[in-house]
């Protein structure tokens, strides 16, 4: 009986920590933040993406915001335009680092964080 016991809490105990798992995958979650001016008036935003989400992150930036992009070099995000006039453009860090490869070619990850800031280029 007492072996009965020790298999039944033993299941029970890989059920739960099985469930743990499960719950952690259940999305993928990213942070978005748009400002300008290295970083002033910042906007912040959360997503939660399905598990399976292999967007890069040109593909994110089209689904959650309005952009227009030429060549895979994002010029407008919400409105706010890129100005070869003003000599702006739109640069964008993932977690912190300036990015080594191109929005259309990075595929997002669970827990990046993303910052996009119109800033000038001289």
């Known amino acids: 009986m007492m072996r009965n016991y020790k298999i039944a809490l033993f ?3 890989f059920i739960l920590a099985s469930s743990v798992t499960v719950l952690a995958a259940d999305f993928l979650e ?3 933040i748009l400002s ?7 906007m912040v935003y959360y997503f939660k993406l399905p598990p399976d989400s292999n967007y890069t ?10 952009v227009e992009h030429t060549n895979g ?5 919400q409105g706010r335009a890129a100005s070869d006039k003003a ?11 300036m990015a080594m490869v191109g929005a259309g070619q990075y595929k997002i990850k669970h827990n ?8 000038s280029w001289k």
């Open 73 to 77: 070099f994002i010029t407008s995000i």
């Open 30 to 32: 990213v942070k978005v």
């Open 87 to 97: 000599s702006t453009a739109w640069f964008f860090t993932i977690n912190g680092e």
């Open 112 to 119: 990046d964080v993303y910052q996009w800031d119109l800033r």
């Open 57 to 66: 992150l040109l593909e994110l930036m089209e689904r959650k915001f309005v």
């Open 11 to 13: 299941v029970l105990c």
């Open 36 to 42: 300008e001016n290295n970083g002033q008036n910042p």
